[in-house]
Every structure is written in C-alpha cells, then in structure tokens.
T-cell receptor, first 116, second 113 residues
Framework: ETGVTQTPRHLVMGMTNKKSLKCEQH?????MYWYKQSAKKPLELMFV???????ENNSVPSRFSPECPNSSHLFLHLHTLQPEDSALYLC???????????????FGPGTRLTVT | DAKTTQPPSMDCAEGRAANLPCNHS???????VYWYRQIHSQGPQYIIH???NNETNEMASLIITEDRKSSTLILPHATLRDTAVYYC??????????????FGKGTLLTVNP
C-alpha cells in the first residue's frame, strides 16, 4: 500500500463545476499539506494542516477550499476555477518532529487537473 | 527564508557517481538541509536530510561543509532511473511544531547510457 494516495489521478473540469480532490495517508502522520505545481514553475505550498487544524494558508484564492476531517484524510474542494488553475496538485504528509529534529514529507502521486 | 542555489542542469554517465552541489549561504544554525527528487509528472521523493554531520542512507550521501553554507548530494552509482529534478531545500521553522519546505527550480540530472 502506497504511503500517500490521491484520487483522482486526472481530472478535467469546466469553470462552473464543483469537484473535490482527495488525499489519504497510511503512515500515521499528523501533518498534511497541499502543493500546486504549474508547468515550469516550482512547487508552491498552498495549505498546511497539523493535528487537523489549518496552520498555514499561503494566500490561496477562496475558490480552493481545504478540509481535513481527520489526520489521515485531506480534501481540496474546487469551485469556479480558472484555466490558469490547471496544474499538478500534490498532497504530502509528515510527522511533526520533536524540537530540533528532522522529519521528511512523503508525497502522493498528484492529481493532474485541467480546467477548460 | 534561507534560499538555495543549484545549477539548472547536470549530466552524468551511468554507473558513475553523480555529485549535485547546493549553496545555502544564509542558512541558520538550526535549519536542516533536505534533498528531494522528482521524476517527471510524479510526486517528489524524499532522499536525505542533515544538519551538520555528513549523512548516508541507501539512496545517497549528503556532505555538508563545516560552515554549513553549502552541501553536496552524492549518488554513488547513478542509473538511468536516477534521471530527475533534484531539489535542495532548507527547512524553515514556521511556528510551533510546524516546518515549511520551499521548493526552488532544482537541478535536472540526466543520466546517460
């Protein structure tokens, strides 16, 4: 079983649609993340959840709405998106480390989103 | 945020060691250096991380200079499957027990037969 799974892997939606991306982690981690990767641009951190509480929102437009119902699941609800929102959306999870310790993030395979 | 500088691309012959450099001259004393790689259209994969000492795992070795202003990721015997974009990242503490990874453009390593 892959540590972090994402569904769907590919999604095509119109600008008036509402859809949701799902992420599930099977690693017992307590932090989850949404990243966006547009063509030829670095990964951009969108949201961070720690212990199911949103701790970071990097000025993401309100048409993206995250939800973290429990420590294993993370959703990204999408509505009235624009064509420029087409990108690879990546979910990651990690274990919040003790102070001064290192911890790695594990990424899912991503959802390739195309907005038409 | 501590920034990193990496060459945009490198080539390596299959079977040879690949040495990927990274400069992080503004790194703070408690900030870790992380390396990830991303094979085309896949999610990033964690490789290794370190603070001060050199580190080695089954994937790679990480050499950090004594002043911590630069590091080198070493893939000892590169294979064609190691072709990927390699990201050097300084992990920043963003409050409480939360940390942030800021990805740059990375180095595209191409392993040639």
């Amino acid at each position: 079983e892959t540590g972090v799974t994402q569904t769907p892997r590919h999604l095509v939606m119109g600008m008036t649609n509402k859809k949701s991306l799902k992420c599930e982690q099977h690693l017992g981690h307590n932090a989850m993340y949404w990243y966006k990767q547009s063509a030829k641009k670095p990964l951009e951190l969108m949201f961070v959840y720690s212990l199911e509480e949103r701790v970071e929102n990097n000025s993401v437009p309100s048409r993206f709405s995250p939800e973290c119902p429990n420590s294993s699941h993370l959703f990204l609800h999408l509505h009235t998106l624009q064509p420029e929102d087409s990108a690879l959306y990546l979910c990651a999870s990690s274990q919040a480390p003790p102070p001064g310790q290192g911890s790695e993030q594990y990424f899912g395979p991503g959802t390739r989103l195309t907005v038409t | 945020d501590a920034k990193t500088t990496q060459p945009p691309s490198m080539d390596c012959a299959e079977g040879r060691a690949a040495n990927l450099p990274c400069n992080h001259s503004t790194i703070s004393g408690n900030e870790y250096v992380y390396w990830y790689r991303q094979i085309h259209s896949q999610g990033p994969q964690y490789i290794i991380h370190g603070l001060k000492n050199n580190e080695t795992n089954e994937m790679a070795s990480l050499i950090i200079t004594e002043d911590r202003k630069s590091s080198t990721l070493i893939l000892p015997h590169a294979t064609l499957r190691d072709t990927a974009v390699y990201y050097c990242i300084v992990r920043v503490h963003s409050g409480g027990s939360n940390y942030k990874l800021t990805f740059g453009k990375g180095t595209l390593l191409t392993v040639n037969p």
